[in-house]
């Protein structure tokens, strides 16, 4: 029973592809990196040393994402309107999702 597909022309089609799917892979990965650097920036993360930025994102990380958002709303500070700390608002600020999370 004859093949009918040539192995080794499977093979280097597969290889080809294989290189393409790492240039891919490549291009993802500095956009992300370029993505996540901006959401640094923007945070104000920038002025962290190395080191520091490295800890904080590590803790972060073993926390999970809703540990993290329930805990910030649980130690934000009251809102102050013209020097008058507002607990009404500030309850409403802390019961609110954080900016970006997936809660909301």
């Known amino acids: 029973m004859p093949r009918k597909k040539d192995p080794l022309a499977e093979l280097k089609g597969f290889e080809a592809r294989e290189a393409e799917l790492k240039e ?7 956009e992300a990196a370029r993505y996540l650097g901006s959401l640094v920036m923007e945070a104000g993360l920038d002025g962290w040393n190395p080191e520091q930025l490295r800890e904080g994102l590590a803790r972060l990380a073993a926390e999970g994402p809703d540990r993290s958002d329930a805990k910030a709303a649980a130690t934000r500070p009251a809102y102050v309107l ?5 607990e009404q608002k500030a309850a409403v600020i802390a019961a609110a999702p954080a900016a970006g999370s997936a809660h909301g």
């Open 24 to 30: 891919r892979k490549k291009a993802l990965q500095d």
């Open 82 to 86: 013209n020097g008058e700390a507002n």
